[in-house]
């Protein structure tokens, strides 16, 4: 038995056919630089990778030309594909098997994220026509947190935005903070039920999330992905006051602002070196005075969203590290943790240099509260959630 797990987006498609039971790869895909003339197509299987043009360079054409590349035997074990799909506004709290009239709801909430929505829908339109009658399920970023009450998910602004424009918070990554958070769970031998945790997804995007019993009840991102920590190349919060005012100075309409905060700040804003953490922490140790100052401003800025959710939580028992810099930074955990002792939070340098492996995630002293760190998987998420409804739809139809 086996998934594939797709995410299609608007230069790049990523491609898995995993095992849901083992979480095996049997097989990975990428497509980039799509919608150019250097779209590029690389294929692995083991140790064997090919590499391709697709002859329409479009994410449609690679995600076509991806699925006509798998071998029989591939789609032979297939029980269906999992889409990951970036927005599922307000309607959807969990993930959901497509049919024409959840196809037709998903594109009543492009408005929500225009920049990835068509490429998320493209994706599952076109397995859909390359794999007629296998189930297609949507899995949504912003699902899990679905379970934040108002108080978290509502902005002091004008009652109709809310009322005609579904202006609120979200949440994404929610697929991540989902996994980690129900793994920790596992790894601390506890119920979930029973476990307040704040678990911190630090990769190119970066936020964090109160997760009480098994549920989201606040999260860093809002109604998009820019609100909340600092990141690779986005600011996270900033005073919205500040758009006007640079707009004003630099000559720029909002959508030129908004492009920097997106793409031109965050850590590489703040060093003028990288957007990488791992060339901002070398950068730093070389004594780059802007590389040290973005370290320290992207530390800070984790721990002190660490403090307001254990607000949120009313209480902490673990904090959560995970995603490319969560998992392999000791450095950046290290200054995170330095922060939290007022938390009742303290390091434990041997395990956390070398990621807590061994030890069953923990990079934390002995105490009342823990912090671990656990790689996320949400393909393998994705996968168990398309088995799931893949089973079900067939037994509707059985
Ligand atoms: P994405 O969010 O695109 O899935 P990842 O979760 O892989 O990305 O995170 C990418 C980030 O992780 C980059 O900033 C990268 O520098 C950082 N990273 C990966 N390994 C290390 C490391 N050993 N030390 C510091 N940062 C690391």
């Given at each position: 038995m086996s998934v594939l797990v797709l995410?299609?987006?608007?230069?790049?498609?990523?491609?898995?056919?995993?095992?849901?039971?083992?979480?095996?790869?049997?097989?990975?895909?990428?497509?980039?630089?799509?919608?150019?003339?250097?779209?590029?197509?690389?294929?692995?299987?083991?140790?064997?990778?090919?590499?391709?043009?697709?002859?329409?360079?479009?994410?449609?054409?690679?995600?076509?030309?991806?699925?006509?590349?798998?071998?029989?035997?591939?789609?032979?074990?297939?029980?269906?594909?999992?889409?990951?799909v970036v927005h599922g506004g307000d309607h959807f709290s969990a993930s959901v098997a497509v049919d024409d009239a959840i196809l037709a709801d998903l594109h009543g909430l492009v408005n929500l994220a225009p920049l990835h929505m068509p490429a998320n829908l493209l994706g599952i339109e076109a397995a859909r026509d390359a794999l007629p009658g296998l189930a297609q399920v949507a899995v949504f970023d912003t699902a899990f947190h679905q379970t934040m009450p108002p108080v978290a998910y509502r902005y002091a602004v004008p009652q109709e935005w809310y009322d005609d424009h579904q202006v609120r918070r979200y949440g994404f990554h929610g697929t991540s903070h989902r996994y980690v958070s129900a793994r920790a769970a596992e790894l601390l031998g506890r119920p979930a039920e029973d476990l307040r945790l704040v678990t911190l997804h630090l990769g190119n995007g970066c936020s964090a999330a109160a997760v009480r019993g098994g549920d989201s009840v606040d999260t860093t991102m809002g109604l998009t992905p820019l609100e909340g920590l600092v990141m690779g190349t986005r600011s996270g919060d900033v005073d919205p006051g500040l758009l006007g005012y640079v707009a004003e100075r630099l000559d720029l309409d909002v959508r030129g602002v908004l492009d920097a905060l997106n793409t031109r700040s965050g850590l590489l804003g703040l060093s003028g070196v990288s957007n990488d953490m791992r060339t901002v922490c070398e950068a730093a140790a070389d004594g780059s005075e802007g590389a040290r100052l973005?370290?320290?401003?992207?530390?800070?800025?984790?721990?002190?969203?660490?403090?307001?959710?254990?607000?949120?939580?009313?209480?902490?028992?673990?904090v959560v590290f995970t995603?490319?810099?969560?998992?392999?930074?000791?450095?950046?955990?290290?200054?995170?943790?330095?922060?939290?002792?007022?938390?009742?939070?303290?390091?434990?340098?041997?395990?956390?240099?070398?990621?807590?492996?061994?030890?069953?995630?923990?990079?934390?002293?002995?105490?009342?509260?823990?912090?671990?760190?656990?790689?996320?998987?949400?393909?393998?998420?994705?996968a168990r959630d398309t088995v799931r409804l893949a089973a079900r739809t067939t037994e509707a139809v059985g």
């Open positions: 995410n299609c987006g608007s230069s790049s498609v990523k491609l898995a056919l995993v095992d849901p039971a083992s979480g095996e790869r049997r097989l990975t895909a990428l497509a980039e630089r799509l919608g150019s003339s250097e779209a590029v197509v690389r294929l692995r299987r083991g140790e064997d990778e090919r590499t391709s043009t697709p002859d329409d360079p479009s994410s449609r054409g690679a995600v076509t030309h991806l699925l006509e590349s798998l071998r029989d035997e591939e789609r032979d074990g297939l029980v269906g594909v999992g889409h990951r973005a370290l320290d401003v992207f530390c800070y800025r984790a721990a002190k969203a660490v403090g307001a959710l254990a607000v949120a939580l009313g209480g902490l028992d673990a995603g490319g810099i969560g998992e392999h930074s000791a450095e950046v955990r290290r200054r995170v943790l330095s922060r939290l002792g007022v938390l009742g939070l303290a390091e434990d340098p041997d395990a956390n240099a070398v990621d807590g492996r061994g030890t069953d995630g923990r990079v934390s002293r002995p105490g009342d509260r823990t912090a671990l760190v656990v790689p996320t998987d949400e393909e393998l998420l994705i």
